[in-house]
């Protein structure tokens, strides 16, 4: 799969014809769907969506057959803020994000906010790196998340570093630099 998208010339043809006609032309129609699909699975690789997201084979690799399902490593949020499993990204209704639209997506990646209003730890990495992102660039990761076939995992609870995570963090918003 990956090896496709390297061959895709579009980037550079994209580059040339500037932003607007390249959101126009990612966008544009049934014609070019393929591309943004292909766009957001490479950036859901490199921008370590996979990574994070995906549970690791006994060789550090991730799974490719349970591709962003969740991860099943705990990432520490910066200044002892607890420790999280990057949850279920697939479309699953019940165990993954399948009730999100693609646009509520788009918001968490980029603003860490979740469709209850709940505010991200930075242990997923929005802040000063997910912010900078492109709509179109977010809207494609979106995209190829809807895309793909869901999964049935639910991810452990996380930890806080004295209380659950989840509280700990609603109790600490906005107080502290996350
Ligand atoms: C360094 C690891 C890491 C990377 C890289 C990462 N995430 Fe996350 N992500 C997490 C963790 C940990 C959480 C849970 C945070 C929390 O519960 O506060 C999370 C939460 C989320 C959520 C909220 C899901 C839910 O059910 O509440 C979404 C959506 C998400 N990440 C999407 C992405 C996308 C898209 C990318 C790539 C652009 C990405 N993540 C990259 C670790 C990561």
Known sequence: MLRKIDEKPNVRVLAK???AAATALLFGGPAQASDVLARGAYLARITGC???????APDGGVVEGRLLSGGDHTIAAAGNRGRFYPPNLTPDMETGIGSWQPRDIVKAIKTGTTPD????????????????????????IAAY????????????????PSKP??????????KTAR
């Open 165 to 174: 995570a989840a509280s700990f963090e609603k109790q600490s918003q906005g």
């Open 17 to 19: 014809l500037g932003a």
């Open 145 to 160: 998340l809807k895309s793909l076939p869901p999964i049935r995992n639910s991810v452990p609870l996380a930890s806080g």
């Open 117 to 140: 209003g709940r505010v991200l730890s930075t242990a997923m990495p929005w802040r000063s790196q997910y912010d900078r992102l492109t709509d179109s660039d977010a809207m494609a």
């Open 50 to 56: 996979v990574g994070c997201h995906t549970p690791r």
